[in-house]
């Protein structure tokens, strides 16, 4: 079993954020493989379906954490344990400040990078968990990005945006069957985007 995690805060208000891509990708992936209606489970909203992959079905879990960006641990430790998983069942997608808009990186561990869904997840389930990252690109000053990262995705963004969580759908079949490495360059292939300097890409409000 897998459990795909997406990082966002609740409610309309936050709906879309750019903080909120995480719910966004899962839920797109939910949606492409005919997952169940959600439901309120674990601190969270849940999705239970399966992806099909060449050695066969993956139970896959979409969870997204209620509890607030800072608390997202919780939810997702609580989904593991009961669960009986290990850290690398676990695929966390998040913004990534550190990526140009549209660019996307699989990873295994390291560190929080100032990341506080990551940290928090960090502090439930230990670091080894693998991450999904989704670039928004960096307003260019630590100052500006707690706002940046809390407004809404401009209109103009909002396209690549959506190629980003389709692709991420779309070959979601890799990642369930542990390619992480083929995963990356699929998303890639399907919604290519400029790898750019991260602090000059940002655009929209408050880049």
């Known amino acids: 079993m897998l459990i795909l995690a997406g990082l966002g805060n609740p409610g309309s208000k936050y709906e879309r954020n750019r903080h909120n891509i995480g719910f966004m990708a899962v839920d797109a992936i939910a949606d492409r493989h ?12 849940v999705r239970q379906g399966s992806i099909s992959t060449p050695g066969g079905a993956v139970q896959v879990l979409i ?3 209620q509890t607030y960006m800072n608390e997202s641990g919780r939810s997702v430790g609580e989904a593991m344990h009961f669960f009986k998983l ?5 695929v966390v997608f998040h913004d990534e400040l550190d990526l140009a808009p549209g660019r996307f990186r699989m990873k295994t561990g390291g560190g929080a990078a100032g990341h506080n869904g990551l940290r928090s997840i960090g502090a439930h389930i230990g670091m080894d968990f693998r991450r999904a990252r989704l670039g928004i690109g960096h307003p260019g000053h630590k100052d500006r990005v707690l ?3 809390l407004h809404d995705f401009g209109k ?11 692709a ?5 079949p890799l990642l369930a069957a542990g390619e ?4 990356q360059a699929e998303v890639l292939r399907l919604a290519p985007a400029e790898k750019a300097d991260p602090r000059k890409a940002a655009r929209g409000p408050l880049a």
């Open 156 to 166: 103009e963004e909002m396209d690549w945006v959506r190629a980003l969580c389709d």
């Open 168 to 172: 991420c759908a779309e070959a979601a």
């Open 86 to 90: 290990e850290p690398r069942d676990v």
């Open 147 to 149: 706002g940046y990262v």
């Open 63 to 65: 969870l997204k954490p």
């Open 34 to 45: 005919g997952f169940q209606s959600e439901r309120a489970r674990f601190q969270g909203l």
């Open 180 to 183: 992480d490495d083929r995963y």
